[in-house]
């Protein structure tokens, strides 16, 4: 595969996983006037958020499942194609059943993007960068967020139906774009198996039902997969900081319309910390060719360390320049990052929180390749995906619980606030499993180059083999079945 080939590959992917998340991200940017518009409750438009981002999660499983079995590029194509119709059934839907049933339909497709792209990724890269790549695929998919915030903040305020259909026209586009990608075959960037591959072999091995209790006994799995529940319980309620902002301008005296475009733009403004996720990917690569407990380590310092600045962020009072016209609006938020002391600083508190917290992301998706074999590593993204699925939809259904129970105490955006603060509670619980992570790592992240390294010696005995014309002896257990140590094998 040549560089060029190879690099239009991980930009395509890593567009693919932006592009779920604007998607999905579409409807919280505009909760008020899409409910204005099908004549239903703030409370109604919320449920599809939650109820997509569950289905999402539980399709992830499935698709992952097959990606791990069969040809990946074919269901990238075939989900993303779905996801996009989900999109522009969307755009014209007539009543809310239909708007909640094309959305219910695209995120099903949704669920191929992460889980099979990810599998993919993870096939491109070497361990030794994984970390870096990773941060920039779920970098991709916190900028996604944010487009997703400012398309929908931008041109949906006085036509919701609008972003829907240039998101649909963007899933066709990345169809297209499939199809000058190159075939990944499993396996090809790890050391391990790089003679296998010289020698013109495959990396032949499936994953079945059989693996299922061998992938749950993997105790870095376990902590991985769990730590999403509580994690994603906080990212879920985070869904709402457009509305938390749109608030406060709101409390400002500005209209709903132009406080909808006001607080999707400091959203957007805000989480662009979240591009300094490649410092905690490039960390977790340093720290872990340091000590295999790095990466997870790393992880766990960020999330703890983010909570108190993303505290002080959700009680700033905003500033802002007076708005003369809709036409203003860009100007007048820009503008105040740098004019109002107050906002000033609320954007650096965003950034730093932002950093910290997105150490998480690339030092995840890192460890679940290094501490499984490239057969199961769709299906553990998949799985972690269901789990974290479980915990946003949770977390974006309790914060509306939330904000409208407060309600009754403090008058918006205060009760937006006090709710997204009792949120950061549950990323406690997430560093103490990634701290549970890192003293296990470094004996599944052996046991997989045990693994692969027998697989290349029995893949190289069976070419020499063939070579010769002698039957090859290639019945030796797999240490996968047979978890005792292979000793002294060729690096």
Do not use: C
């Amino acid at each position: 595969m040549s560089t060029i080939t190879r690099t239009y590959t991980v930009v395509v992917f890593i567009v693919l996983a932006s592009l779920d998340n604007v998607a999905m991200s579409l409807v919280p940017a505009i909760y008020s006037p899409i409910a204005d518009g099908l004549g239903v409750a703030e409370l109604a438009v919320t449920t599809v958020t939650a109820t997509t981002l569950l289905v999402t999660a539980f399709a992830s499983v499935g698709w992952a499942y097959l990606g791990d079995r069969t040809d990946r590029k074919t269901l990238l194509m075939a989900g993303t194609l779905l996801w996009a119709a989900g999109a522009y059934v969307s755009a014209q839907a007539p009543s809310f059943v239909v708007f909640f049933g094309a959305q219910v339909v695209g995120s099903v497709g949704l669920g191929a993007v992460g889980s099979v792209g990810f599998s993919v990724v993870s096939d491109l890269i070497t361990p030794r960068r994984r970390g870096l790549v990773m941060a920039l695929f779920g970098l991709s998919q916190g900028l996604g967020t944010v487009v997703g915030q400012l398309l929908g903040g931008l041109l949906g305020a006085t036509d919701w139906r609008r972003p829907f259909t240039v998101v649909a026209l963007m899933g066709v586009a990345a169809t297209a774009a499939y199809l000058f990608t190159a075939n990944v075959r499993r396996g090809q960037s790890e050391p391990k198996l790089a003679e296998v591959f010289q020698e013109g072999e495959e990396y032949d091995y499936r994953i079945s039902r059989a693996d299922l209790p061998r992938i749950a006994g993997r105790r870095t799995n376990v902590w991985l997969v769990l730590q999403g529940l509580t994690a994603q319980l906080a990212f879920g309620s985070l869904i709402y900081l457009p509305r938390l902002f749109q608030a406060k301008a709101e409390a400002l005296g500005y209209s709903q319309e132009t406080a909808v475009k006001i607080g999707n733009l400091y959203a957007t403004i805000f989480s662009l910390g979240a591009v300094l996720s490649l410092i905690g990917g490039l960390v977790g690569d340093r720290m872990q060719r340091r000590t295999p407990r790095g990466r997870a380590m790393v992880a766990a310092v960020g999330v703890l360390g983010g909570i108190p600045f993303s505290l002080v962020l959700y009680f700033v009072p905003m500033r802002l320049d007076h708005v003369e016209g809709e036409e203003s609006v860009v100007g007048s938020v820009l503008a105040s990052v740098v004019t109002q002391p107050v906002m000033a600083a609320s954007l650096l508190t965003a950034i730093v929180a932002l950093a910290l917290t997105s150490a998480n992301s690339p030092n995840w998706f890192a460890l679940i390749s290094e501490v499984n074999p490239p057969e199961h590593r769709g299906t553990v993204y998949s799985l972690g995906n269901l789990v974290n699925g479980v915990g946003r939809s949770t977390g974006n259904w309790l914060a509306g619980v939330g904000f409208r129970a407060l309600s009754q105490s403090f008058a918006p955006p205060l009760n937006f606030a006090v709710t997204l603060a009792v949120f950061q509670v549950f990323f406690v619980p997430t560093g103490i499993m990634y701290w549970l992570a890192s003293r296990t790592a470094p004996a599944d992240i052996e046991e997989v180059d045990r693994l692969l390294t027998e697989r290349a010696a029995r893949a190289e005995r069976a070419a020499r083999a063939a070579r010769a014309h002698q039957p090859a002896h290639t019945n030796a257990p797999d240490p996968a079945t047979n978890p005792s140590p292979v000793p002294d094998h060729p690096q």
